[in-house]
């Protein structure tokens, strides 16, 4: 596998402490996926284990630089930045005992695709608030709630990907959302949240690039690392949406997501109550549906 560079300046929130540590956790998913592409996976179990090792106790402490430094600067979202760390202190947990007691290449590469997300998006949506301190719900910017799930696309296409969003079309759902992969996020709260994005190839393509510096070698057949980033994707944003259309805390979110690799309709979907939209980029397009069930 040639060389990938995750880690990327634009990623930088501003304070040099946090900046060289998020840059230490990128190196080592760098060192994790690197393994998912040998093909002697026996012989690099230990050097995993160390790495798992050394991602459990280096997130505690860099979490806790993160929110020493919130709480030196009284940011406004504390609380909410410290709950997310602590969900995903749980995360890394699970994943590293599941990948002792099961270690394949499959699992590894699950873990890699969640881990290698998520860092990114937390970075690129949460930390770089801190120094700003400013809110990670900007609810009140929206009027109503095909503004906001817009403006939280945009946000997620451009903000963090630099895929300018060109136009966008509220749509009447027909029951089935097209696209080259499909990603189905339910999140579970006080009521149940259902989204649906279908990403077009070239779109998908794109992102999956932008994310890990990898291609996707089959978009028929997508392997656990590719799989567990777009699941990924699709379960934050569908929390942060929750969150930003609702009074729901995200502590309380249970999230279940899943792939399809054609046209997909569910059948539990009421599409008399369903916002359905058409975001078009320069790198294709992706349809979005969400309701509650």
């Known amino acids: 596998m040639d060389k990938v560079h995750l880690w990327k300046d634009e990623y930088k929130i501003g304070s040099e402490p946090i900046d060289s540590q998020h840059r230490e956790l990128f190196s080592r998913i760098e060192q994790l996926l690197a393994i998912t592409q040998t093909s002697g996976m026996d012989e690099s179990k230990k050097e995993c284990c160390d790495i798992l ?3 459990v106790t280096y997130t505690i402490r860099h979490f806790a630089a993160e929110e020493a430094l919130q709480k030196e600067l009284d940011y406004v979202d504390y609380r909410q930045h ?3 760390h602590k969900q995903f202190q ?5 994943y590293k005992k599941e990948i002792e ?3 394949s290449k499959g699992v590894l590469k699950n873990f890699v695709g969640t881990l290698l997300t998520w860092l990114t998006m937390h970075v690129c949506i949460c930390d770089k608030k801190i120094i700003l ?3 990670m719900d900007p609810r009140n910017r929206f009027g109503n709630k095909e503004e906001l799930i817009w403006g939280t696309m945009k946000s997620f296409l451009t903000g963090i990907y630099h895929i300018p969003v060109k136009a966008t079309k509220a749509c009447v ?3 089935y959302v097209d696209g080259d992969i499909i990603v189905r996020s339910m999140i579970k709260g006080h009521k149940c949240h259902l989204f649906l994005y279908g990403f077009s190839q070239d779109l998908a393509k794109t992102l999956y690039n932008k994310l890990s ?6 978009m028929e057949h997508l392997d656990e690392l590719e799989q567990s980033a777009f699941i990924e994707i699709g379960d934050i944003i569908s929390s942060q949406l929750v969150i930003r259309l609702t009074d729901e805390n995200h502590s309380s979110f249970q999230s279940r997501g899943c792939i399809f690799t054609e046209r997909y309709s569910d059948p539990g979907i009421s599409i008399s109550d369903s916002i359905f939209m058409d975001l078009y980029t320069g790198s ?3 349809q979005l549906m969400y309701c509650q069930v």
């Open 284 to 286: 294709g397009n992706i």
């Open 133 to 135: 301190n400013e809110p």
């Open 213 to 218: 510096d990898l291609h996707i070698k089959d």
């Open 90 to 94: 749980n995360t890394v947990l699970t």
């Open 82 to 84: 410290a709950r997310l």
């Open 173 to 175: 759902y027909k029951g």
């Open 101 to 103: 007691e099961n270690f």
């Open 53 to 55: 090792d050394f991602l």
